[in-house]
């Protein structure tokens, strides 16, 4: 299932944190939070018709995080953005 994007939005992949993926063997607090960065790098799967924005299918795309719609629909997870929510495209 591929949700289509409309309105100037953009439907996005997370990119997971490479430290994320790292195991680490030191013991935290259990009330310990990591810093989440503003910022997070996706992947522009497609845009809407109406989207100006020069990207293509796969480029990497810096958006605010806190922009990041998720869409639960069918047990199917989507995240769109909206264009001006963009900061960059890393080529």
Not at 34 to 54: F, G, N, T
Not at 56 to 80: D, P, Q, R
């Amino acid at each position: 299932m591929i949700l289509d994007p409309r309105n100037r939005h953009l439907l996005v992949a997370l990119i997971p944190d490479e430290e994320e993926q790292e195991k680490s063997t030191v013991l935290l607090p259990d009330n310990y939070r990591p810093i989440k960065s503003q910022h997070v790098a996706v992947r522009l799967l497609e845009k809407a018709p109406d989207c100006k924005i020069e990207c293509s299918h796969g480029s990497v795309l810096i958006v605010e995080a806190s922009m990041l719609n998720e869409i639960v629909h069918s047990n199917h997870t989507f995240h769109l953005v909206l264009e001006n929510y963009v900061l960059g495209v890393i080529e």
